[in-house]
């Protein structure tokens, strides 16, 4: 076989392929919540939601956490980490414990300093840690908490389900997804801190958040902290009782992707040449068909981006955006830019604008 066929072949777009479906498997194979609803009484519970500028984000949580049906004590507070918004009004309208988080202290980062004025504030044997942009089914939080107790656990976190209307952004973050499941090195050091399920004990008994207080993905850093104290963390498919919504412009989501793709790419969860391989073989159809090599391969360049969005289907199907899947080395290209642009801000020192902060 001579070079030009060797090139002819779609050699980056096949391993992507395999590496998406693979991360697809493994996230399929999570475990669900299966209990429909909690037998008796269960310990009292904090939901404690750190919120900076989050006013309209709040309307729609808020709503799905006071409809909670929780066969014990609750409380719900929201941490108005220095909002220059409504926040804390919005807050205050649904009738829920508002915390004013205050200046922070030299060294913390805001949203671990929230979250853990919250969990110094809350009165419950099991604290819910969650964001302002997610939606709770009624018996989630029974669920999560009966669960927990059934299998022994010392935290749950949830893979919850995806809404965005954007057909761009759900290529783009098929991509994103797909390179993390294929880059985990193991689930039970992993945790989304969209969705926290801990009791106090074991919180504070780690550190909490005060322990990972100056790393920009908190989650992941608090992770690694309780699994190499010794704690089992189960990783459980949520997406039946816990939505994440995707908003903002074109910036903002850059802004975000940048800050979390780059945090990813260090973690020491995570193999970072697995991501890397992923969203390179996903987006080479995009620099392929920009090169002028002649109509004779107008078809071998069809294929390569019809290998690439192959890859990416299980994922928009997911979400509901099977289309979204034609677009996946667009949806690459746009992950890439945001990772580097967030790896070179980071790097330089000037940080990544978030919520009218610079996070390094």
Avoid at 6 to 18: K, Q, R, S, T, V
Avoid at 97 to 118: D, I, N, S, Y
Avoid at 334 to 359: F, N, Q, Y
Wanted: net charge positive.
């Amino acid at each position: 076989m001579n070079r030009r066929s060797l090139y002819n072949l779609p050699l980056f777009e096949l391993a992507a392929i395999l590496l998406s479906w693979w991360a697809f498997a493994r996230a399929s194979h999570l475990p669900r919540l299966t209990l429909s609803s909690a037998e008796g009484r269960l310990p009292a519970l904090s939901i404690i939601v750190p919120a900076r500028n989050e006013a309209q984000n709040l309307r729609r949580l808020l709503p799905s956490l006071r409809s909670l049906r929780y066969p014990g004590p609750l409380e719900i507070l929201v941490v108005d980490d220095e909002s220059g918004d409504e926040t804390a009004e919005v807050a205050a309208a649904f009738e829920v414990t508002v915390l004013r988080a205050g200046p922070r202290p030299p060294g913390w980062l805001g949203k671990p300093f929230a979250a853990h004025r919250g969990a110094e504030a809350a009165s419950g044997e099991w604290l819910l840690f969650t964001d302002a942009d997610t939606w709770h089914a009624p018996d989630s939080a029974a669920r999560a908490v009966a669960w927990a107790l059934q299998h022994q656990v010392d935290a749950i976190t949830l893979f919850p389900d995806l809404e965005t209307e954007r057909v761009w952004e759900a290529a783009a973050l098929a991509v994103a997804f797909a390179g993390l499941f294929a880059g985990l090195r193991r689930f039970d050091g992993l945790i989304n801190g969209q969705y926290l399920l801990i009791p106090r004990a074991v919180y504070f008994a780690s550190g909490g958040f005060a322990a990972v207080r100056d790393q920009m993905l908190e989650d992941l850093a608090l992770g690694q902290r309780l699994r190499a104290l010794g704690y089992r963390i189960a990783l459980v498919d949520g997406r039946d009782i816990v939505r994440v919504r995707t908003d903002g412009d074109l910036a903002e989501w850059i802004h975000r992707i940048g800050r979390w793709a780059s945090g990813v790419i260090e973690a020491q969860a995570v193999r970072p040449w697995v991501p890397v391989l992923l969203t390179m073989g996903t987006a080479l159809p995009l620099i392929d068909v920009r090169r002028d090599v002649g109509r004779e391969r107008l078809w071998a360049r069809l294929l390569r981006w019809a290998l690439a969005g192959l890859g990416t289907y299980p994922w928009t199907r997911r979400w509901g955006w099977p289309a979204a899947a034609g677009l996946a080395p667009l949806g690459a290209a746009l992950l890439s830019v945001s990772a580097l642009w967030g790896l070179a801000r980071r790097w330089s020192g000037r940080g990544i604008p978030w919520k009218g902060r610079r996070i390094r």
